[in-house]
């Protein structure tokens, strides 16, 4: 558990990596770092910063991570998705249906519905992709046979052309008008948000499209489904934050503080967290609606994560971290708009954010060293 603002500094290493590369996700696993690159890399770093292993094997810029366990999912301008053992380094799947880059990606966990029914039977992943449509997989379990497919008409911008046979693909589902932008999944339901000013709930058991949320005014950029609440939160360029309900399809609130693009939203047990690009994070109450506390930034907010103690943010030349409780706030990097931070994330006793300038650097804090 990462200490409070009173605690002494930890200890902060950074190491420069990935050349000029813009770092597009980050994610941690066993305290080791893993980053997705423009320029088709995954790489694996030790809490040190030094690298561990390379994954290769993506022809295009990697824009979308998930992990379960020790087996990573990877979304690229490619159009494919690839799985990968992180013990090994080897990709074992690869999967093709996208007509164009899959820019987000999520994995829905078995969850027990009213009836005390676990949906769905396995885990699934769900891809969302800038052809409009929202595809499902089945999840590979260790000891599941190997898929790569054929390359089939992977050029061509006809979805079906780029369908190739496949035992993990259950379903591609379309009816947004334009680019999905994000997605989200919890059990039996999806939601994906789309640059056609929607979202979408998804049954990615039938495959069926349940509701369409409208409202926002401009590109839908983050979403997030709360199933404890029965909720959805969706984040905008109109500038709002919407709840809506999950099980009717209706807007409860609309939450009106940002003036500027809302293109990130981060959930915990007891907030939501929506950050800006005019630099305003704010944290909400999320079964009423009501605003919370709200921190400002120089510039855009550009990573955001949180738990129910605090929020860690980054924007250009900071990574900033506000205790709720407290209101006090620690600047772990500031540098003045010298580094673009891409990405931050915490687990444990590790903070890491992803920084960029003429070369791109990855940044520790250790809350077990100081």
């Known amino acids: 558990m990462m200490s409070t603002a009173s605690s ?12 000029s590369a813009i770092v597009t996700a980050l994610i941690l696993w066993n305290s080791n770092i893993v980053t997705a690159s423009d320029d088709q890399s995954i790489h694996v ?10 994954l290769l094997g ?14 990573l999912v990877s979304g690229a301008t490619d159009k494919t998705i690839r799985i990968w053992d992180l013990q090994t380094g080897n990709c074992t799947h690869v999967f093709r249906c996208h007509a164009s880059t899959v820019r987000c990606l999520a994995i829905a966990e078995p969850e027990e519905d009213r009836a005390g029914e676990l949906w769905p039977k396995r885990p699934l992943i769900v891809t969302g992709s800038r052809d409009r449509t929202v595809c499902v997989w089945v999840f590979p379990q260790p000891g599941d046979p190997e898929h790569k497919g054929s390359d089939g008409d992977n050029n061509s911008d006809d979805v079906s052309a780029n369908c190739c046979p496949n035992p993990y693909h259950l ?3 379309d009816g947004h008008q334009d680019s999905i932008r994000a997605v989200s999944a919890r059990g039996r339901r999806a939601a994906s948000a789309s640059y056609d000013h929607t979202v979408r709930i998804w049954d990615i058991v039938a495959g069926q499209c349940l509701f369409v949320l409208t409202g926002h005014t401009g590109k839908v950029y983050s979403v997030i489904i709360d199933a404890g609440r029965d909720q959805v939160y969706s984040g ?4 709002t934050v919407r ?14 503080r940002h003036e500027s693009l809302v293109g990130l939203l981060s959930m915990s047990p007891s ?6 690009t005019e630099g305003l994070v704010c944290v909400w109450d999320p079964t009423s609606g009501d605003l919370v506390q709200t921190f400002q930034h120089k510039f855009a907010v550009t990573a955001i994560q949180h738990d129910d103690n605090k929020v860690i943010t980054g924007s250009d030349g900071l990574v900033r971290v506000m205790y709720f409780k407290s209101g006090k706030v620690r600047d772990l990097l500031s540098d003045e708009r010298s580094r673009v931070v891409s990405c931050v994330a915490f687990a444990g006793q590790l903070c890491v954010a992803v920084t960029k300038k003429d070369t791109t650097a990855v940044d520790v804090w250790n809350y077990g060293e100081v």
């Open 8 to 19: 002494p500094d930890p200890k902060h290493t950074s190491q420069f990596v990935a050349g």
């Open 45 to 54: 770093y030790a809490p040190n910063g030094q690298l561990v292993r390379s």
């Open 58 to 71: 993506h022809e295009g810029g990697v824009w979308a991570l998930a992990l379960r366990g020790d087996t």
């Open 171 to 173: 379903f591609r589902i």
């Open 236 to 239: 905008s360029m109109d500038h």
């Open 243 to 256: 709840v809506w309900d999950l099980s009717r399809g209706v807007c409860k609130h609309v939450l009106s």
């Open 271 to 276: 907030f939501l967290v929506s950050g800006g």
